[in-house]
Nanobody
Framework: VQLQAFGGGLVQAGGFLRLSCAASGRTFSMYAMGWFRQAPGKEREFVAAINWSGSRTYYADSVKGRFTISRDNAKNTVYLQMNSLKPEDTAVYYC?????????????????WGQGTEVTVSS
C-alpha cells in the first residue's frame, strides 16, 4: 500500500486549503483513514479520521468546525478540507491507513503512512 499526500502550500490566516491523499491497492474501501500533523519541534498529532464507508468522522477539538474529512472510495482518495486556517495549523500533514474499518485517534493503530505535505499559514 502506498499513500501519497498533496495539496499543501502557503496560505494566509483565514484562508483555506484542500489536501488529498491517493492510495494504491484494491482494498482502500475496507479501511478507516486518518490525517495527522506534525509541527516543528512537536510530536505528531491526530487531526481527523473517517471510517471505511465515510459515514462517520472524528476530529481533534482544535480543528472541529473548521476542517472536514471525506473520502471517495471509487477514486481511492481521502480529503481534508481546511477552512479558517490559523498560524497554529502550520505543520506537515500526513495521511494514514488504519488496520481496520473503524475510526480512531490512536496513532499506533495506523500502519501505512504517506510522505506528508507541508502547510504554512502566515499571520
Amino acid at each position: 500500500v502506498q499513500l501519497q499526500a498533496f495539496g499543501g502550500g502557503l496560505v494566509q490566516a483565514g484562508g483555506f486549503l484542500r489536501l488529498s491523499c491517493a492510495a494504491s491497492g484494491r482494498t482502500f474501501s475496507m479501511y478507516a483513514m486518518g490525517w495527522f500533523r506534525q509541527a516543528p519541534g512537536k510530536e505528531r498529532e491526530f487531526v481527523a479520521a473517517i471510517n471505511w464507508s465515510g459515514s462517520r468522522t472524528y476530529y481533534a477539538d482544535s480543528v472541529k468546525g473548521r476542517f472536514t474529512i471525506s473520502r471517495d472510495n471509487a477514486k481511492n482518495t481521502v480529503y481534508l478540507q481546511m477552512n479558517s486556517l490559523k498560524p497554529e495549523d502550520t505543520a506537515v500533514y500526513y495521511c494514514a491507513r488504519r488496520r481496520s474499518g473503524l475510526l480512531t485517534n490512536n496513532i499506533k493503530e495506523y500502519d501505512y503512512w504517506g510522505q506528508g505535505t507541508e502547510v504554512t499559514v502566515s499571520s
